[in-house]
């Protein structure tokens, strides 16, 4: 018995810029574009899923942390972070306390926690688990790090002191229009492919369940509405690459029955509960 769960860390909020990019606009054009935009898009969810497989539970993705928006948390000097980017997470919202309010303590429940790229409203749930293995792309962490990091959307000072992912290369077997994959399971029915775009090194996860696939898309695209039409969003740095990665999702999903699972999607819930494939 395979199933995955999305879990509410909160909220954030974003440019309609950010969320879809314009056609045919480079990656510093669609940066202006988000401090030039005055829209904001509705509060989006911030999810987490849980995967329960039978050799462990694992958990994509941590959320942020309410820590976020205490003064001082956020780098003044990059004013993306504070002003382009709004984030709202009670300290109850956090993966931790979430975890505990299911009966799980992260612990001693949670085999792994994976992460699909360093965002810091991915990884700021990092330290409810001190004890956990945390897997990671070698490329997305390494482009996350230091200063280049911090110049693109991910808080390495905010990481906790311990955190020393086990890294993977993507040099697994192909899958469909994937070139490669890296095996989380022993039986195969987890596995990483990678989803480069939004970040470089950026991983998604493809959970083969009972008759039906989960494709944990992390933030490869913002929803199902933008992968349908093929938009990039506004803070990748590689446009081209970003439309690439959405049209092998398409064609993964034309391949089997695929639930699309991204992380900032309000259709996630609905989309679990009637098993809507793509
Ligand atoms: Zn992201």
Redesign the pocket.
């Known amino acids: 018995m395979i199933s995955v769960t999305a879990i509410e860390t909160g909220k954030a909020r974003m440019k309609t810029a950010q969320r879809t990019g314009r056609d045919g606009r480079g990656a510093f054009g669609r940066k202006i574009d988000i401090f030039r935009d005055k829209a904001w898009v509705d509060p989006l969810p911030i999810y987490a899923f849980l995967i329960e497989h039978p050799e462990g539970r694992f958990l994509v993705d941590t959320g942020d942390t309410w820590r976020n928006s205490v003064p001082g948390y956020l780098p003044r000097w990059n004013p993306f972070f504070t002003k382009e980017v709004i984030i709202k997470v009670a300290p109850g919202e956090e993966i931790g306390p979430r975890l505990n309010a299911m009966g799980l303590d992260p612990a001693r429940d949670i085999e792994a926690v994976i992460l699909t ?1 360093f ?1 810091h ?2 990884t700021g749930g990092l330290d409810h688990f001190p004890h956990n293995r945390i897997i990671a792309s070698r490329e997305s962490y390494e482009v996350s790090r230091g200063l280049k990091g911090m110049l693109m ?1 991910c808080l390495p000072q905010r990481w906790p002191i311990w955190l020393k992912p086990e890294l993977v290369d993507l040099n697994g077997p192909a899958v469909g229009p994937f070139p490669a994959s890296h095996p989380i399971t022993r039986d195969g029915r987890i596995f990483l492919v990678p989803t480069p775009g ?2 470089p090194g950026h991983v998604s996860v493809v959970v083969r369940g009972d008759g039906v696939t989960y494709f944990l898309a992390g ?1 490869a695209t913002y929803d199902d509405v933008n992968l349908r039409a093929e938009k990039a969003d506004g803070v990748t740095n590689n446009p081209d690459l970003s439309v690439r990665t959405l049209r092998a999702i398409k064609l993964f999903a034309a391949g089997e029955p695929t639930v699309i699972l991204p992380a900032h999607d309000p259709g996630v819930p609905q989309r679990l509960a009637a098993g809507m494939t793509f």
């Open positions: 790229h965002h409203d991915h959307g939004h970040a933030d």
